[in-house]
């Protein structure tokens, strides 16, 4: 079952995919500005599902979920989906 952390992960990634594909969707392209907010949104979606396997992982080995961390997103870039 989900727990009420796992909901908000999950809330926080869908919103950051709106605002992504908000972003992709300008007819006029993106500027700078939005390029940049675009690298931002791209890392804390790394970080976010790096921290949603990490909480699933812990609680199928019997651990306490709440023990994972958000990580860097240097270190959670370019992770395979």
């Given at each position: ?41 791209e ?16 609680s ?22």
């Amino acid at each position: 079952m989900t727990d009420e952390a796992e909901k908000d992960i999950l809330a926080t990634i869908r919103g950051l995919i709106d605002e992504e594909h908000a972003l992709r969707s300008t007819p006029e392209g993106v500027d700078e500005r939005e390029r940049a907010r675009m690298r931002q949104i791209e890392q804390a979606l790394d970080q976010c599902w790096d921290l949603l396997r990490q909480r699933r992982a812990r609680s199928e080995a019997g651990r306490d979920p709440d023990e994972a961390e958000i990580r860097p997103a240097s270190e959670v870039r370019n992770y395979p989906q």
